[in-house]
């Protein structure tokens, strides 16, 4: 049989097409059959997972022949090492190349992860710094506000001073110690507040700093800063519970030989080995509601409810020791007894802050003197007249060095007081932040010059 060369569309039966194409005009074709794979080069990434395999195969058939034959499974290894071996050389390529190239592509991917957490770690402080220069535009750019720029940019001398108690460089030497670094938002507060999201750090502190200072209420503050009253309580709240924690952080007491070193040359020809000065103190405060609590609080001595506190100066005239407060008819032997005083002192004797021996100067009022010596400690106190009697001669001139050198606690407590929140009559809504806030008082003296200077 043949067939005419017109039916097949290469004029001959191809690979191609091997079958005839059919004789009427239909539009069936014939589908070209697939040609056969075409061999590609062999990369050298190849050549080397190649390679490796090998390597794993010939590994797996010697632990298999290792079952059966032990002579024929070394064989088969040293065979396998040496192909493998002249596979690589042929390759240009050595085991130990491949070990140092997977070491150094570990190396690298390690290197890389880090560069992308420093990356990350540098994007996000580049963005919180974004948003912050942002916020304080929007809130510098508001008119008539209170702002730390205002208030230190003002024509008015000691402008600063006179709403904070500080100049801007102790202002600004407080900031940095209670927010070491702007990138971090210390304050926790209580519910969202997004009218001082614009806020600045500085600014909050400045409105803590004013309501200290100069005790404004709640409406004045809301007035200079342009905030709700409710949210400028909230940011006073935030701020006084945050000094708190950050300044009770602090060992306040200092070493005995630092104390020998700086104290004033007239106390040390006095009492060379007295180190802390004791006296209380009573702040005035709103009437309670309760009779209980008015009777608790109430005090003879200032015939108004008060609230006490223990304090404790240096020789140079700093608060080495400042109590939590309690009712204001406590008495000062109670006061001593509860504050944590003792406890104290038994442990700077422990750790060599004190020695047995040391003074401690107090007034007439503290009957502490066997508490003390069960301590090892001396109590300075001035001597009592005897019954019917006058003082001697000694005992009248001791009573005049200790009252010219416990004049200084009082000058501290003095001190203290210029923060006018706890000079004028506390506000029963401040109840809850009373303790932080004579505390801070207290502590913010420690950034004014020392109080007694040779």
């Not at 000062?332 to 100067?361: A, H, S, Y």
């Amino acid at each position: 049989m043949f067939v005419c060369t017109k039916h097949f569309p290469d004029g001959e039966p191809t690979d191609r097409y091997p079958d005839p194409i059919p004789a009427d005009a239909s539009q069936t074709r014939c589908t070209p059959a697939r040609p056969p794979p075409r061999k590609r080069l062999q990369t050298l990434a190849r050549k080397w997972l190649q390679t490796l395999a090998n390597v794993n195969v010939s590994e797996e058939n010697a632990e298999l022949h290792l079952a059966v034959d032990e002579s024929k499974q070394e064989n088969a290894v040293s065979l396998q090492k040496e192909v493998t071996l002249q596979e690589n050389y042929n390759l240009g390529i050595s085991t130990l190349d491949l070990l140092a190239l997977a070491a150094e592509n570990r190396d690298l991917t390690e290197k890389l992860a880090q560069q992308i957490l420093i990356n990350e770690e540098l994007r996000r402080e580049s963005t919180i710094a974004e948003q912050k220069k942002k916020r304080t535009c929007i809130w510098e750019l508001t008119s008539n506000k209170c702002t730390v720029a205002a208030v230190r940019d003002s024509h008015v001398k000691n402008n600063f001073k006179y709403y904070t108690g500080f100049v801007y460089e102790q202002f600004m030497n407080i900031f940095k110690f209670l927010v070491p670094d702007e990138c971090k938002i210390p304050l926790s507060f209580p519910r969202t507040i997004t009218s001082i999201q614009y806020m600045p750090l500085k600014d909050q502190l400045l409105l803590t700093l004013i309501k200290l200072r100069l005790s404004f209420d709640f409406k004045h503050l809301a007035n200079l800063f342009k905030l709700s009253q409710q949210d400028v309580g909230s940011v006073f709240r935030a701020w006084i519970n945050y000094m708190f924690y950050r300044f009770g952080s602090v060992p306040i007491w200092p070493d005995r030989e630092v104390l020998l070193q700086q104290m004033p040359v007239k106390f040390r020809e006095d009492f060379s080995t007295t180190f802390v000065i004791l006296d209380g103190t009573k702040l005035k405060v709103e009437r309670p509601s309760a009779l209980r609590s008015q009777s608790q609080c109430y005090s003879d001595y200032k015939s108004a409810t008060t609230l006490k506190g223990l304090v404790g100066i240096d020789p140079r005239g700093s608060f080495i020791f400042i109590s939590m407060l309690f009712s204001g008819s406590i008495s000062d032997k109670e006061i001593t007894t509860m504050c944590g005083l003792l406890p104290l002192l038994q442990q700077l004797l422990e750790c060599g802050k004190l020695k047995r021996g040391d003074g401690v100067m107090v007034d007439k009022g503290f009957l502490i003197q066997h508490e003390i010596e069960e301590l090892g400690l001396k109590l300075v106190i001035p001597p009592f007249a005897p019954g019917g009697g006058q003082m001697s001669a000694a005992d009248v001139a001791l009573t005049k060095r200790i009252a010219t050198h416990r004049v200084h606690v009082e000058r501290a407590i003095s001190r203290a007081k210029k923060f006018k929140i706890i000079d004028n009559k506390l506000d029963l809504c401040l109840f809850a932040c009373v303790n932080q806030i004579w505390f801070c008082c207290c502590f913010l003296t420690g950034f004014m010059p020392l109080l007694i200077q040779d």
